[in-house]
């Protein structure tokens, strides 16, 4: 065969391997089959001050009810463009109600949690249990829990909704259901009723329903930052407690399990003492986080932003994370899709050790 | 064979048997393989105002200190005579510290607790961290652990330990260590180094280091109490949480894995309101409870006590129990084999529905 | 406002959204989060009287080698268009080999198996470890380990390639490696070293390597083929073994841990007896199947296919799937995502009860 | 006080120590709480030339039937007079049913096995499904399954029950039934139905029905000689395989958990190979051991036997054992109490490196 023959049989070949469905590997390998994960999502960073007042303004010109559900502004990462995905796996928005406002019931396969940054006055009903919403806070919803918001204040509020709606998408998962269109109930009673049986440290209830998730659904400010706060202590004195010098750390847990409190994604919350820098660290899995309080900055890969409470960003898988804060310190609350990784074996993480 | 010939060839057979050590099943079927448990053990009942004088006694006789290591009294269950086993698994005592005195460090397999039905002044310091033992709380010591207790105050005090002595000794799995003979700390915090990183509810401390057993191994008063109060008042409004109508309980476990807090230890608290009386419960294993506050009844089997404060009961395998209380209500702790059964696949429980 | 004041100011709100890489979600819930699952992935067939050919002309043109690494042409669903996924997790290819050719080394997070319809041959080095290929093996490749395949015969060799390469695409977690350019060993032994230590029923050998994935990585026919004939002649004889009434499956398993064969890809055979029509089942998760002998019918959702021995089809998620034949009977080979969704809680299951 | 009142006092607390059922800890904890386990249990042999003589005798005078209901002879161990126990958690006993003897149907919680030394001819049903018995084979009987033995043959069969029959007792644990007086099957197939779904490698048949202990209830020695052998020839190739220099183990597993075959009890095949000596092994537990083929020599601390075929030897624990072989290799069949020792945290193992 001469080249110019042997061209065409090639040329012939792919056509009719795409008449017939099918793409060649060796064309493509080295795509598909990377060295290291080369994710499209980017290094990206959302502040706080624009998305809080662009929230507002929906407020004032966006209805919430029965269809769209919600009043939530998602994060688009710009390397996935023509989505509302912060990352591949990881869906993060902003969410507002205005004073009095209601975001009916429904429910679905997607896990959900919401976090506050700041305010409170909101009670979400999870399955009919009131649970108020306060700065600090992580609420959850897992899976297939009936839920539904509202406002019993004069003030609008805004939080976080991270939820696994990409994840679900990509792996074709997911089922919706609408409730009920009046509140399950209008009662706003300080804590909800699976905090009042679960939330007390190593004590399970015997007699509480078994549940298919964390039965324990709010997880307070004043818990988390207690045991923040006693790991610096701890350090302080000498002891074992943080996870590297000036940089403490807690996961929420499903405390009937032990294991996360969402079983497709991570949530922690991190403190970084004044004048700490963290070890670099790349993982595989992405990650939003969100600055609770303090200043500072964060590097990804080439990336640096300078941070301050309420900003949110975006970690792509692999990409080198190091935080750092100089006087005020640094309190950021983390979501990542770890625990899809570890069930699946896929999970692995690379720390530089620090030069001296 | 004459019968005669018969009976003389049987008994020659016998005879070579036991000469060879072998036992035929054939004599002993019945009583080795029971239709249902057959325990040697039998309900039994200590009582506080017998035990606590005689501990006194001990306090001004017999010295703390290396070799018989603790001033500990241990409940003998009487149809195991010859043992110092409260059940054929199951070690109970009571431990008395003097004004000042101090009990010498040591490690062991066997797994313990303390808990305390009055006083506090005294911290037991486990690998070094100092535990405080305060009215209500229960304090582990797990296997191979160094501890050591000592007496800060001008008043003795006196609580009871729980152990696996008589499991361990049977299943020829015990290791003791003596450990230094001056104690490691003579910190006398109110909330001991694990507390502060493992005491906040569904919060996992990333620093932390991993443990084999419980890392938290302080469970407190007011957070039991709280638990079991809030369960009594969610029946009140209607909600589940309690295990059947007027009975809280909750079980101590640990954060780390949700599972009981000590591997072959089983521990609860209990709570009856004021006019309650539980179903007729049998369980294969034994346990061992002690009434901390109000008073009640107790029948196991034909038994039946008259119960207050302090008071310890043995409850044997199989044994059917029930507990009931007048208008004082019932608080009670108990501690079981369950954990071994559960792991051996050899648990059985049967609830008798009340009759109308 | 008026109402075209209001039109204006959403538009200009929709704008800086946009600015800001925002979306919200009351436009996008309905895609986003559908009342079911709605894949884009399409039923799908591919015959092998198609494939085949078409792999052979690639063996004509195309070299095997260091880059491209595999002549390896994938299924590319229809309803996917620019990937070479057949299903949104699922990667299958046809892989060609001819008289003598070797495929280098390499290795990769991407699991991998391979499954034989035809032929005979080739030996594919795991980690060193020969293996042979034969008609009805199953082959195993877990993540990161090397292989590399060499036709030993005068003849070409085509069987399929099964790996989850769309789903590690899409969570960015792959990594993978070159290995050396010359084969490990030419050694063609009927029977793997993994084989020969791990391929005994419920028989461990102590002394082997601790493995994180299967340490057994061939299936042989045989046994596979023994274990169906004896599930329907159970069934003739009136005993349990069967899914259902002429239909027989067996399931491959990791003999270390008795779950899925491999973690992120189930593997199993079924075979319907002449005559038999399978239940219509909805999975969540999507599958691949080839069948591996007699001829069928496949019905999924409105597609129906008259399928023969080396045919593929592809069902995506929710689809409802039926399987019936006449007089040939018929066995096909089955893998899918399935471990995926049972590890994060997301498998669902509908099996339509057949009418009378 | 003088010291003679002293002395009068302590008399008095001990006479009402003991009146109010108490022991003191410090008279008892050296005995109690040993540095190391101190067995009651010894290291012990009896003969298969003694045991199979016995067994027949037995044979003529004792029917088997309905109260008895085993024709067994049980190992009691020198070291715990008054019991028909091997251990303090094992039974072991030869059971023996002549020409045409049936063992009528029972059930029990004590978990079961039979091995088979030499003959053949018995059918075990167990829970209905006939189960032959040949020399080499493993036979199980997990706890709760009726089960029947009828010897279908003109020749007497003797083999070895293993049970927990101590531990259950201890535990007060153990329920037992009667079956019907009548066979369940007279049916005599060389593979039995659980055989047929499990005893495939590697294989799950996904119609079985699910059941709480193994269902695979037969291991035959063809399979367990090939895997030994197996082991001992990568051995000679320079692969892994074996345990130690010349020591094949295999250890019996649930195929549908890959755990333990039984829940309670560990069963093994070892394989010396000639000129064989193995490390000495101290392990917290105990063992019975009995030589299936060859001869050598056991050193269990002190004590030392030459074993030949059939002979059974019971090793306390903590106790340092040595096996060792000359010309003809040895092969014997272990079995243990280590799953409850690894489910209760209990677990400790210590080798002796060989000196040079």
Redesign the interface.
């Known amino acids: 065969m001469t080249i110019t023959d042997?061209r065409a049989?090639?040329e012939r070949?792919y056509a009719?391997?795409e008449a017939?469905?099918?793409?060649?590997?060796?064309?493509?390998?080295?795509g598909?089959?990377?060295?290291?994960?080369?994710?499209d999502?980017v290094p990206?960073l959302?502040r706080w001050s624009?998305?809080h007042p662009?929230a507002e303004?929906?407020g004032?010109?966006?209805p919430v009810g029965r269809?769209?559900?919600?009043?939530?502004?998602?994060?688009?990462?710009?390397g996935l463009p023509g989505?509302?995905y912060a990352t591949?796996?990881l869906w993060a928005?902003i969410q507002y109600l205005g004073p009095g406002e209601e975001a009916p019931a429904h429910r679905?396969?997607?896990t959900a949690f919401r976090f506050v940054v700041e305010g409170e006055g909101v009670w979400t009903n999870v399955e009919g249990d009131p649970v108020a919403m306060r700065r600090g806070d992580l609420l959850l919803t897992p899976?297939m829990h009936f839920h539904e918001h509202h406002n019993t204040t004069e003030r609008p509020m805004a939080w976080i909704d991270g939820l696994d709606?990409p994840?679900?998408?990509?792996?074709?998962?997911?089922?919706?259901?609408f409730g009920p269109d009046r509140l399950a109930t209008r009662a706003t009673p300080a804590a909800s009723?699976n905090e009042?049986?679960?939330?007390?440290?190593?004590?399970?209830?015997?007699?509480?329903?078994a549940t298919?998730?964390?039965p324990?659904m709010a997880?307070r400010w004043e818990?988390?930052d207690?045991?923040l706060t006693?790991?610096l202590?701890?350090e302080d004195e000498g002891?074992?407690?943080?996870?590297?010098p000036g940089?403490?750390?807690?996961?929420?847990?499903?405390?009937?399990?032990?294991r996360d409190?969402l079983?497709?994604i991570r949530t922690?919350m991190h403190r970084l003492r004044p004048g700490t820098r963290t070890a670099t660290t790349r993982v595989?899995?992405?990650a939003v986080w969100q600055v609770f309080d303090g200043t500072g900055t964060v590097e990804i890969g080439d990336q640096r932003y300078d941070v301050t409470k309420g900003d949110l960003f975006a970690v792509?898988?692999?990409a080198p994370l190091t935080l750092s804060t100089a006087d005020s310190g640094l309190d950021a609350f983390r979501f990542s899709?770890d625990?899809?990784?570890e069930?699946?074996?896929?999970a692995?993480t690379h720390r530089e050790e620090p030069s001296a």
Chains 1, 2, 3, 4 share one sequence.
């Open positions: 042997e049989a090639l070949l009719d391997f017939a469905h099918l793409t060649p590997l060796w064309t493509q390998r080295e598909l089959m990377t060295q290291a994960p080369q994710p999502a990206a959302w624009v998305l662009l303004r929906s004032d010109l966006v269809g769209g559900e919600r009043r939530a502004i998602a994060l688009a990462n710009p989505t509302a591949p796996t928005a679905h396969t997607q899976g709606i994840l679900v998408r990509q792996l074709d998962a997911g089922f919706f259901e009723r009042r049986l679960w939330g007390h440290p190593g004590l399970r209830p015997l007699g509480a329903p298919p998730s964390s324990l997880y818990h988390t207690a045991a006693a790991q202590e701890l002891y074992p407690g943080v996870v590297e940089h403490a750390v807690v996961r929420f847990t499903d405390p009937a399990t032990a409190a079983s497709t922690e595989v899995g992405s792509p898988s692999w899709d625990p899809v990784y069930a699946l074996g896929l692995r």
